[in-house]
C-alpha cells in the first residue's frame, strides 16, 4: 500500500510498540469509513476496541491522498512477512491484495502535485438528508467535518449537450430549455410523487392505514419507467428523473440489458429523499454536499469519536497472521508484524484482506460478486459549467453510444473544496461494469465529451464546446487523467467480518446498511451509535433545539488530530490513542506531523470557529528582503528558498520583476527564478507589475503571478506614480495575459486600514479594489496592513466590507507588527472565517514610510500560535526556524521572531541536520 513501511528491513521489536492491554473484545484491521463507524459504534457500546492499520494515514480504501502516493496505492504490493513469535497458538497466513486492476494514466498533473488530494471514493456526495449526515450529528462526527455544497446543481448530458436538471418547481419554471407542455407534465409527476411523500410520512409518523395521497402498491410496484411512461413525460424528461434524480444505474428500457430495474418504490424513496435535501440546512445550495478536503475525512470524525469512547489506535501496523483456535474452527485474535499476538473475541477487517476458510458455514454468506466499477480521475483547466465550482453531470444509458447500457456519473470539484490549486478542477467519473473493456471504454468516452487534450487544443479550429454554460464557450482542456477498474465486495459475517469496498453508488447508503448489519451480528442487543453517544464539547448548548448545520461551522481540533495523508509521518512513527488520558487531554490532544510535539489546544466560547487548516503564505524572500539596504547574494536568496520549500510551506513568494531603479534587491529576478523555478511541492508566484514584468516573469519560468494594488488613492499616487483607477486598468491587462496563458494570479491590496500619506482608510475604498481584483481574475486576495497599524477594532469593519462582496475563502490576510498587533489581527481574521495568512520568515520586512516600524509578521510566531491552537499547517517550525537563522546571519542581525528567538536554543543543535 501506499507509503507503507517495509517490514523486513529492521527488527520488529525496533520498529513497533508494545500494545498493552493484549486482549480486547474488538480488533478492527482497516480504518475505511465502514470499518471507522464500526469502531465507533462497538466504542459506544462499551466493547474494549482495538483498531489498527498498516498505513500512516487514516482511510484505507476510502482516502483522500496526496497526488504523489496515488499510483503505490493503485498498486498491489507485497504482504508484510510473518514475525516470530512466542505464542502457542496456531495462525494462518493474512494476506492483503490490491482491489484495483487496469490502471492507465495519460498526462503529467501541474506542479505542486502534492497540492491536489485525490478520494479513491469518487464520485461521491452526501445528500444533505440523508442517513450519513444523521449519523455524523447523532455520534458528534459533524465536529471533526467540514462541508461545502455542490451548488453547480446537476447537469444532464442529453443529444451532445448539458442541460441543468429542473429538480424543483422553481428550477422547472426557470428552465428555458423545456416546453410549456414538458414543464405542465413534469410540475404534475413531481406534485403527485410529493402528495405519496407527505402522506406516507403522515401515515408512518401517525399509525394510520394508508392516508390520502398515497400511491397504490400497483402502481409501486410498477417498473419505474413504465410508471413515468404512464405520466407522459418525454424521453428526456424521463432520463432527467430516471438517472439524474432517481439514480438508476443501468438502462430502464432495454430489458436484455438491464441488470438492475428500479421499481417505482424504490425509486420514490430517492426521489423522497432528494427532494428532503433541498433546503434542509440554509447555505446549501441543492441538494449534496461535500465533504472539505475531500472523502478521508469522514472514517477520521468517525476514528475520533471512538478514540474519546476508549479505542487504541496503532497507524504503521501490520497484521500478518490470524490466530485460530482448533477445537472450535473460529479466530480468536491476530499476529502484529512485531511479532505481538493480540487475542479478541471478534475481528473486523477490510476487504483487501483475504480470510482464509476454516470450513465452517457464515452467519451471512460469502458474496463473490463480479461486479465492478470502473473509475476515472481528471485534472482539468477550467469547469464545465461557467460560474459554477463543483457541479455533478450525469451521461444516461445510450447517451454516448448506442452500446452503453450503464449511466456515468462525473463529479467535477474545485479549490474551495481545498483539493486542488486554485484556477484548476478535479473531476471524478464512475460506471458500473463486469469487464474491463466496457467500463474503461465508457469512461474515455465520457471524457472526450466533457474535456479536450492539450494536443487538440493545438490543432487549428478550437474544440466544440458540450454546453452553452461552458465558460467562453470551450470546453475544459484535459491535464491528466486516471483511468482504472475497482472490485465491489459486500460486507460479510463469521468468525472474521469483511467490510464492504467503495460501490457504484453516489451516496454511503448501501454501504452503512451493511456496516448496520455487521454491528448487529456483533452487539445484536444494541442500538447503533445512539445519539447519547456523541461526546460533550466546551461549546456545546445543551438547550439548543436547532439543528446543527454541518455546512457553516467552522472547527478546529477538538478531538486527536488523525492527520490526513498529505502530512509528512516519520519513518517509525505511530500514532496510539488510548483512554488513559484525562477528559481534557481526550477531547484537546493533537499530534504534530511533523515535530512529534504534543500540543493541547484549549477551546472555549473566547476562542471559536477557527479553521481546522490554515495555508501560510511565505512572503520573506520578495516582501521581507525588498527594502534591505545592503544587496543580499543571489546564492543566498536561492537558497533561503529552497531551505524554506523543504518546511512544508505550500507558497514561497519569490521575488519581484520590477523595475531595477525602484528595487535594486531583486534586481536579480530572472537569476532567481531560473533556478529555482522547478522545486516540487511549493508554489513560487512572483510579483508582477505590469505587462512587461509578466512577460519577463514568464520567460523566467514564473508558474504563478500576483499583482498589486492601493486602497488609498494618496498612497497609490506617491508609490506608483497613478491612480487606484489607472493602476487596476494595467493589472487588467496583466490578468488577460495570465489566463490566455492559463497562470494563476494572486492579487494584493495594501493600505487596507491605514495609509502613511492619508491616514485612514474607508473600508469601501478597501471593498472596491478587492472586488476588482477578484473579478478580474485572482484566485485570492491578499489584504495588507502596509504600516501595520491596525487593531482589531478597525480590522473587523474592513473585513465585514471585503466578504460582503468577495467570498471569504477567496481571501487572505498580510499583517504588519509595527505596533505588535499582528498575531491579535490574525486570531480575529481566523474567527471571521478566513484561512489563508501571510508572513515573513524571522519577521523580515520593514516599512520604509514609518522609521523604526517592525516587518511582516514572523511565520514562526505565526506557526507557534496556530498549532497552539490545534489548528493544521502542515509547516515544519523547525525547518522555518533555521531557514531564518540562514538569513539572519547573512544580514547580520537577529530574528525578529519571538517565538524563534525563545526556541533557539532548542533547536540550534538541530538545525545543522537540515
Request: include cysteine; charged fraction near 20%; aromatic fraction near 8%.
Amino acid at each position: 500500500m501506499a507509503d507503507a513501511p517495509a517490514a523486513g528491513g529492521c527488527s520488529p521489536q525496533q520498529d513497533y510498540p508494545t500494545i498493552d492491554p493484549t486482549s480486547f473484545d474488538v480488533v478492527i484491521c482497516g480504518t475505511g469509513l465502514p470499518e471507522s463507524v464500526l469502531a465507533a459504534a462497538c466504542a459506544a457500546a462499551g466493547k474494549s476496541v482495538l483498531h489498527i492499520d498498516p498505513n500512516p494515514f487514516y482511510g484505507s480504501l476510502f482516502s483522500s491522498l496526496p497526488f504523489p502516493s496515488l499510483p503505490s496505492f493503485l498498486s498491489p504490493s507485497p504482504s508484510p512477512s510473518s514475525a516470530s513469535s512466542s505464542s502457542s497458538a496456531a495462525a494462518v497466513d493474512l494476506r492483503r491484495r490490491s482491489m484495483y486492476t487496469e490502471v492507465e494514466t495519460t498526462g503529467e498533473a501541474p506542479e505542486p502535485s502534492r497540492r491536489f488530494t485525490v478520494d479513491l471514493v469518487g464520485p461521491r456526495v452526501l445528500y444533505c438528508a440523508d442517513e450519513a449526515v444523521d449519523l455524523l450529528i447523532r455520534s458528534g462526527g459533524s465536529h471533526h467535518v467540514e462541508f461545502k455544497s455542490v451548488e453547480g446543481g446537476t447537469l444532464l448530458y442529453w443529444e451532445g449537450g448539458l442541460y441543468p436538471v429542473p429538480d424543483s418547481r422553481k428550477a422547472i419554471f426557470k428552465d428555458t430549455t423545456l416546453q410549456l407542455t414538458e414543464k405542465n407534465l413534469l410540475f404534475r409527476f413531481f406534485k403527485l410523487v410529493q402528495s405519496h411523500i407527505a402522506a406516507d410520512a403522515a401515515a408512518a409518523g401517525e399509525g394510520e392505514g394508508e392516508a390520502s395521497g398515497k400511491l397504490p402498491d400497483e402502481y409501486l410496484d410498477l417498473p419505474f419507467v413504465e410508471f413515468l411512461k404512464q405520466q407522459r413525460l418525454s424521453p428526456k424528461m424521463r432520463a432527467v428523473v430516471l438517472y439524474a434524480i432517481g439514480m438508476a444505474d443501468y438502462d430502464q428500457d432495454g430489458v436484455d440489458s438491464c441488470d438492475g430495474l428500479l421499481s417505482t418504490r424504490e425509486a420514490v424513496k430517492t426521489i423522497a429523499l432528494y427532494s428532503s435535501s433541498i433546503g434542509r440546512f440554509a447555505n446549501a445550495e441543492g441538494a449534496f454536499i461535500y465533504p472539505m478536503y475531500g472523502h478521508g475525512e469522514l472514517p477520521q470524525a468517525f476514528c475520533r469519536c471512538a478514540a474519546v469512547k476508549g479505542a487504541l489506535y496503532v497507524l504503521r501496523m501490520p497484521a500478518t497472521s490470524l490466530l485460530v483456535d482448533e477445537d472450535k474452527k473460529r479466530y480468536v485474535g491476530i499476529r502484529l508484524a512485531s511479532g505481538q499476538d493480540i487475542m479478541c473475541q471478534q475481528l473486523i477487517v477490510d476487504p483487501s484482506y483475504e480470510i482464509p476458510s476454516l470450513d465452517m458455514p457464515c452467519t451471512t454468506p460469502v458474496s463473490n460478486s463480479p461486479r465492478k466499477v470502473a473509475r476515472g480521475i481528471c485534472i482539468i483547466s477550467s469547469s464545465v459549467k461557467r460560474d459554477s465550482s463543483n457541479v455533478l453531470v450525469v451521461f444516461p444509458p445510450k447517451s454516448l453510444e448506442e452500446e452503453q447500457v450503464t449511466a456515468v456519473r462525473v463529479l467535477q470539484l474545485s479549490s474551495n473544496l481545498a483539493v486542488c490549486p486554485p484556477g484548476m478542477f478535479m473531476a471524478y467519473l464512475s460506471t458500473p461494469c463486469t469487464d474491463a473493456f466496457t467500463g474503461k471504454k465508457c469512461i474515455s468516452k465520457a471524457i472526450d465529451a466533457l474535456f479536450t487534450t492539450k494536443a487538440s487544443d493545438d490543432l487549428e479550429g478550437h474544440s466544440e464546446t458540450t454546453s452553452e454554460n461552458n465558460t467562453e464557450g470551450v470546453k475544459p482542456t484535459l491535464l491528466w487523467s486516471c483511468v482504472y477498474l475497482q472490485e465491489i465486495t459486500q460486507g460479510t459475517s463469521g468468525t472474521a467480518l469483511s467490510c464492504p469496498m467503495p460501490d457504484q453508488n453516489l451516496d454511503y447508503r448501501s454501504i452503512l446498511e451493511s456496516t448496520k448489519k455487521l454491528f448487529s451480528d456483533i452487539c445484536p442487543n444494541e442500538e447503533f451509535l445512539p445519539r447519547n453517544s456523541a461526546p460533550k464539547y466546551a461549546d456545546d448548548d445543551s438547550d439548543s433545539s436547532e439543528e446543527e448545520n454541518p455546512c457553516t461551522r467552522l472547527i478546529y481540533q477538538r478531538q486527536p488530530a488523525l492527520h490526513r495523508s498529505k502530512l509528512s509521518f516519520g519513518v517509525n512513527r505511530h500514532i496510539i490513542y488510548s483512554n488513559g488520558l484525562s477528559q481534557n487531554q481526550q477531547n484537546y490532544r493533537y499530534y504534530s506531523s511533523c515535530s512529534g510535539q504534543q500540543n493541547i489546544g484549549i477551546g472555549n466560547k473566547i476562542i471559536h470557529d477557527l479553521p481546522r487548516r490554515v495555508k501560510i503564505v511565505e512572503v520573506g524572500p520578495r516582501d521581507g528582503l525588498q527594502n534591505e539596504k545592503n544587496i543580499v547574494p543571489t546564492h543566498v536568496k536561492i537558497e533561503l528558498i529552497q531551505i524554506l520549500a523543504t518546511s512544508g510551506l505550500p507558497v514561497v513568494e519569490a521575488t519581484s520583476f520590477v523595475s531595477p531603479k525602484w528595487v535594486p534587491q531583486l534586481a536579480d529576478a530572472k537569476d532567481v527564478m531560473q533556478v529555482v523555478r522547478n522545486i516540487e511541492g511549493v508554489s513560487l508566484p512572483v510579483l508582477t507589475p505590469n505587462l512587461k514584468g509578466f512577460e519577463a516573469a514568464v520567460a523566467a519560468g514564473a508558474k504563478e503571478v500576483a499583482v498589486f494594488a492601493s486602497a488609498s488613492e494618496a498612497f497609490s499616487k506617491s508609490n506608483i506614480n497613478c491612480t487606484i483607477k489607472e493602476s487596476l486598468a494595467r493589472y487588467n491587462d496583466v490578468a488577460l495575459a495570465a489566463k490566455e496563458r492559463k497562470i494563476p494570479m494572486r492579487g494584493y491590496v495594501s493600505c487596507v486600514v491605514g495609509c502613511p500619506v492619508e491616514g485612514y482608510v474607508p473600508p469601501s475604498n478597501v471593498a472596491y479594489v478587492a472586488k476588482e481584483l477578484y473579478d478580474m481574475g485572482c484566485y485570492e486576495v491578499s489584504l495588507g496592513d502596509t504600516i501595520g497599524v491596525g487593531t482589531p477594532g478597525t480590522v473587523v469593519p474592513m473585513l465585514e466590507a471585503v466578504m460582503s462582496v468577495v467570498p471569504k475563502e477567496k481571501l487572505a490576510v498580510h499583517f504588519h507588527d509595527t505596533y505588535g498587533q499582528s498575531l491579535s489581527n490574525i486570531l480575529i481574521s481566523l474567527q471571521m472565517g478566513i484561512s489563508v495568512v501571510d508572513s515573513s520568515v524571522a519577521g523580515l520586512g520593514g516599512c520604509p514610510y514609518a522609521k523604526g516600524a517592525s516587518g511582516n509578521v514572523a511565520t514562526e510566531d505565526v506557526v507557534y500560535m496556530l498549532n497552539g491552537l490545534g489548528i493544521k499547517t502542515n509547516v515544519d517550525l523547525e525547518k522555518v526556524m533555521a531557514a531564518g537563522e540562514f538569513i539572519c546571519n547573512h544580514l547580520g542581525r537577529q530574528s525578529g521572531s519571538k517565538a524563534a528567538t525563545a526556541l533557539t536554543g532548542k533547536v540550534t543543535a538541530n538545525a545543522s541536520k537540515l
